[in-house]
């Protein structure tokens, strides 16, 4: 029985990462099932046994992604609580989200396919979003203890988040990563004065 479910997995994961590689080089729209299974190794039959459609495998990727993104805000809160300043804490989420190539442009193409008409995956994204503020200000509270809510700040750095993403991806040079970090730190902490 473990043996199968691992094997499972395994099938799962050599999927997800087979659609995740079509879809940054296609786009969603041009990428389909047939397309993945190829892209894989398997038969249509084989895939449609773990995805009986596109939007079930683009739910998998988009929770995948999320799963990701969460970690790392995670980490940062842990990081937090022991010594480190928010301004590298934020330098180390910046860096790490916006520099990794793979998922970025999972994001960006995920985030485009809830915007123009995939109701469920923008309810996601909805609901993520609201979760990865809440992570956020839980961590501005640690490294920046105080009365103030850091409700704003949070919305404030997970919006420079996506737009420091899309930068990235984009190619934009000499993005002052450095100076951005330190700037939405000494925003938070002058916020709660």
Known sequence: MARTRDAATGYREKIIQGASKLIIERGVANTSLADIAEEVGISKGT???YYRSKGE?????SERHMEYITDKIFSWIEE????????????????TITTSETRGHIHVYLVQEALTGNSSLRE?????YERWAALI????HKVIP???D????ARVILSSIDGLLVQHLLGVPNVPLDQITSSLAHLAREYNS
């Open 124 to 128: 996601r994204f909805t609901q993520e």
């Open 137 to 140: 200000e839980q961590g501005l």
């Open 150 to 153: 850091h409700g704003i700040a």
């Open 146 to 148: 105080g009365r103030a």
């Open 47 to 49: 895939l449609y046994y």
């Open 80 to 95: 937090s609580g022991q010594g480190v300043s928010a301004d590298e804490v934020l330098w180390l989420v910046f860096k």
């Open 57 to 61: 495998l683009i739910f998998d990727i």
